[in-house]
């Protein structure tokens, strides 16, 4: 397997990150809320001392809640039909 190099020259990369932000849609945020919310939740059970079973219950529904708006609150919908 071979990797084509696509050097841009003179092309900052937080504007290269801005435009990667930019295109990404409501739904590809929700997907990372869900790791996000658990990463968070890890490591506030370990800095505040919180049970880890009770800061991932917290997570999971912070996830369950990205999930269903994601599919039942906010679905997609096809702009193309008419």
């Known amino acids: 397997m ?21 295109a990404a849609s409501r739904y590809d945020l929700l997907l ?8 968070v939740a890890l490591v506030a059970a370990t800095v505040l001392g919180v049970s880890v079973v009770q800061a991932l219950s917290v997570a999971a529904g912070v996830g369950a809640f990205a999930v269903i ?3 039942y609150l906010n679905p997609p919908v096809d702009r193309g039909s008419a």
Do not use: I, K, Q, S
């Open 32 to 39: 990372g809320v869900v790791p996000l919310a658990f990463a």
């Open 2 to 22: 071979y990797e084509n190099r696509t050097d841009h020259p003179g092309r900052d990369p937080f504007a290269a990150l801005a435009d990667v932000l930019t």
């Open 69 to 71: 708006d994601a599919c």
